[in-house]
């Protein structure tokens, strides 16, 4: 049914009600603007998500009764939430959540959604992000939708009927952009040594920020890429314009980028918008290592928050401060071992803080999230250089990232492998 305002969409939430909301930058936010409202008049509505844009408005201490948080995923707009004990973190595999959706065990009694109009058949386009709301679709018992002229239609697993929808309103307003970010000497010199490792006809998985778009910069003179990845941004378009991203190489969807979402400028939104050489699919499938390691010489490219020096990988929280989620890390991580020819790197500036930290430490914080485990890890690059520990003793994996470790640093890590791990490295 359509109706003229998202509080009038919402109206069918009852108290006690379990609702997913889309996510990234697709997040239905005057949908959100509307669930202020209509929290203030139920109990106990809980609101689960990914990274969420323009959610602030939910972390108002007024809602504490009426409505609280659940993220699989924290963001900016949650972060300060979550620490502060008024939202909720789940830490949980990208690729498990639509399975908590399926099998019930997570029950859900709404969805809401941000679509663009429908086609002539009625059939309406998720956009730029399937990832889990494909399966919340399948399972709540209500859904409401913003239709929002503009989303960009999009191919895969991201067409949702019309009559899908128990209320829909329409209003048109802007997608949340994300601009590229700046790069400085730390994050080039990264850039370029994760791009040594990459060869022509790799298959690529990348996130958003400042190294992927570094390293993607330095691969114009490579060959025939692919890209099956959770998600990509605008470091991708030069590449796809040269014809050095063509995805022919491929043993799962030659010829296409394949995601689950994507986050960026209005350029990648035109460059996605209703391009059949784009399928945006359900997370289950994207994340799935059965799936992944089906393409020869996957490349998995991640970050991270600090690493010790087993070779732990630390990246979703600093020490007890949760920052942003688990993800799909690990996903591709295990995907690009399986994988033919695969590898995977993990890829950090070796400072933090005004560079008075290093994020190689023998230890990680109390506290601190192990993401990607010891046993998991292949490459680790810092701008001073990289380190395989595939198959690498504690001695050996010590001594390799001691090595890309910040210079004023190596000498109190040496020290310390010894004091903490009994490890003598000369």
């Given amino acids: 049914m359509k109706v003229n305002s998202a509080v009038e969409a919402l109206s069918i939430l009852d108290d006690g009600d379990v609702i997913w909301c889309q996510s990234m930058a697709a997040t239905p936010y005057k949908l959100l603007e509307g669930l202020k409202e209509i929290a203030t008049q139920r109990k106990d509505l809980t609101l689960l998500q990914l990274h969420t844009e ?31 004990g008024l939202a909720d973190y789940v830490p949980i595999f990208l690729s498990e959540i639509p399975k908590l959706f399926r099998s019930g065990e997570q029950p859900l009694d709404a969805a809401i959604v941000q679509v663009s109009p429908p086609d002539k058949h009625g059939n309406c386009s998720l956009g730029i992000s399937v990832e889990a709301t494909r399966a919340a679709l399948q399972v709540a018992k209500k859904v409401v939708a913003w239709i929002n002229p503009n989303m960009p ?66 691969l114009h003179h490579h060959k025939d890429l692919g890209i099956h990845t959770e998600m990509f941004s605008d470091g991708v378009l030069p590449l796809v314009e040269r014809g050095v991203i063509n995805n022919s190489r491929k043993r799962k969807h030659r010829g ?81 071992s399986l994988s033919e020819g695969g590898r995977s790197v993990i890829a950090l500036p070796s400072t933090a803080c005004g560079e008075t930290v290093s994020r190689i430490s023998s230890l990680l914080a109390p506290g601190a999230g192990v993401v990607t485990t010891r046993a998991h890890v292949h490459y680790i690059v810092t701008e001073h250089g990289v380190a395989n520990l595939r198959a690498k003793s504690m001695s050996e994996r010590a001594r390799e990232l001691i090595h890309i470790a910040d210079p004023k640093f190596r000498e109190e890590l040496a020290k310390a492998a010894y004091e903490d791990w009994g490890l003598n490295i000369t």
């Fill in 153 to 218: 239609r999009t191919h895969g697993d991201a067409l949702i009927s019309l009559k899908r929808f128990d209320r829909y309103y329409e209003e048109a307003a802007p997608i949340p952009l994300h601009q590229q970010p700046p790069q400085n000497p730390i994050t080039q010199k990264i850039g370029e040594r994760v791009a040594g490792l990459i060869d022509d006809g790799d298959c690529l998985q990348m996130g958003i920020g400042a190294i992927p778009d570094a390293t993607l910069a330095c």
């Fill in 256 to 336: 296409r980028i394949v995601t689950t979402f994507a986050m960026g400028s209005q350029a990648l939104y035109d460059f996605v918008d209703d391009n059949q050489e784009v399928f945006f699919l359900d997370v289950e499938y994207t994340n799935d290592t059965s799936v992944i390691r089906q393409n020869k010489q996957v490349m998995s490219i991640n970050s991270a928050l600090q690493v010790d020096l087993s070779g732990q990988v630390c990246a979703d929280s600093i020490g007890t401060r949760i920052y942003s989620g688990v993800g799909g890390q690990m996903d591709f991580v295990r995907g690009a």
């Fill in 54 to 84: 323009y959610s602030e408005i939910l972390c108002d201490p007024e809602l504490k009764g009426h409505l609280r948080q659940r993220a699989f995923f924290v963001g900016a707009s949650t972060r300060q939430a979550v620490n502060q």
